[in-house]
């Protein structure tokens, strides 16, 4: 299983080593999504903790104001409860889940990109793409290099008798 850290730390796709990316891919896949739901949850649960509290404060601070026999308008007893340091700690609790979630979330997109990549480069791959030589990036130089050496194995080939069709 992978840790945040590591599915963080993943890098480019290695295109010399296409069976491993593939084969470690859907774990990968398969933590990163755990992950979005170990996020998802803590979030949606601390906004559903925040809205119990606000209304818990409310409550308290109108309560508060009917014993000192004031009227207090809501707009009063709304930013009582929003200096309430309960409430504050929970809504900075709340902030930093929802960083978290959406650096997963962040995460599991460039996954899912990755894996749309991986498929592409994998059919490539299949259909010979790799193979070419001005595919595999080299220069004209090198090519042109490529092309003088093989000449000149014919002409070794014929001058010792070696049939060249043969080699």
Known sequence: MYSEKELKQI???????????LMYFPQQMQDV?????????????????????????FFKYRKMYQKLNEKPTDRMI?????????YVELEDDLLIAQRKYNEVQGLKDSLEKRGQALGKMAGLYQS????????????????????????????RR??????????
């Open 158 to 167: 014929r001058r010792s008798g070696v049939n060249v069709r043969d080699g």
């Open 128 to 155: 010979g793409y790799w193979a070419r030589e001005s595919i595999r990036g080299e220069n004209a130089d090198e090519m042109k290099t490529e092309y003088i050496r093989k000449k000149m194995m014919q002409k």
């Open 11 to 21: 890098g480019p796709i290695d295109e010399d080593n296409l069976d491993q990316e």
């Open 78 to 86: 709304n930013l009582e409860v929003l200096k309430d340091s309960e």
């Open 33 to 57: 999504n755990y992950l979005f739901a170990r996020m998802l949850d803590r979030r949606d649960t601390l906004r559903a903790d925040l809205k119990r509290l606000e209304a818990k404060l």
